[in-house]
């Protein structure tokens, strides 16, 4: 059974970046597409893009185009998040998920979650 | 962007009873790509429902959903104390992927 296994939590500065893994154990990694969500603090759930390893072409949503960066190294089943020009409400805990499959690309496997503080 | 609108807010029911949760999108959106999640405090999401009817791998039979091009339904048949969570719908038929506000179950 596959398992998702993120970076540990950090604290950054307004302006700056942070970048977050995560670790696929257990099972294949690059046949599925990984996705990158976040939850800001007592919100709801908003997708942020996604990344098929096999092929390492990411997707983003419109509102983190030009500030974000997803990739993936195939080879030791890790993705990576890059979040730039970070803000104040950039604050969230940051999830990567598997989708379940092409035809129905929920999210099956979720990773522990990365909490990312932006404060001064 | 299609914006899903979950209701109610928060439902408080006592075990044993039947939770209905509902989840209406702004735009027509096939029935297969709605999907619902359960969260726990301090703990990530977990897929209950995909397809809009398809139970996840674990889940008990007491989970059920359904769904139209616009609406889908999540049934909760008998509650136990541990449903006690806040319930997510998502689409995934129109990029980008959205998701409800969330449903909190409570149990009294």
């Known amino acids: 059974q596959v398992q998702l296994v993120q970076s540990g939590a950090d604290v950054k500065k307004p302006g700056s970046s942070v970048k977050i893994s995560c670790k696929a154990s257990?099972?294949?990694?690059?046949?599925?597409?990984i996705n990158w969500l976040r939850q800001a603090p007592g919100q709801g759930l908003q997708w942020i893009g996604d990344?098929?390893?096999?092929?390492?072409?990411?997707n983003y949503a419109q509102m983190f185009q030009g500030t974000i960066t997803i990739t993936a190294d195939a080879s030791t089943g890790t993705a990576y998040m890059e979040l730039r020009s970070l803000r104040s409400e950039d604050t969230a805990v940051y999830y990567c998920?598997?989708?379940?499959?092409?035809?129905?690309?929920?999210?099956?496997?979720w990773g522990q979650g990365t909490l990312v503080t932006v404060s001064s | 962007e299609i914006v899903l609108t979950q209701s109610p807010g928060t439902l408080s029911l006592s075990p044993g009873q039947r939770a209905t949760l509902s989840c209406r999108a702004s735009?027509?959106?096939?029935?297969?790509?709605f999907a619902w999640y359960q969260q726990k405090p301090g703990q990530a999401p977990r897929l209950l429902i995909y397809g809009a009817s398809s139970r996840a791998t674990g889940i008990p039979d007491r989970f059920s959903g359904s769904g139209s091009e616009t609406d889908c339904t999540l049934t909760i048949s008998r509650l136990e104390p541990e449903d006690s969570a806040v319930y997510y719908c998502?689409?995934?038929?129109?990029?980008?992927?959205?998701f409800g506000g969330g449903t909190k179950v409570e149990i009294k």
């Open positions: 998502q689409q995934y038929g129109r990029p980008p992927v959205t």
């Open positions: 990344i098929t390893p096999n092929f390492g072409i990411a």
């Open positions: 257990g099972g294949t990694f690059s046949n599925y597409a």
């Open positions: 998920a598997r989708e379940l499959s092409v035809h129905y690309p929920a999210f099956d496997v």
């Open positions: 735009q027509s959106v096939s029935s297969s790509y």
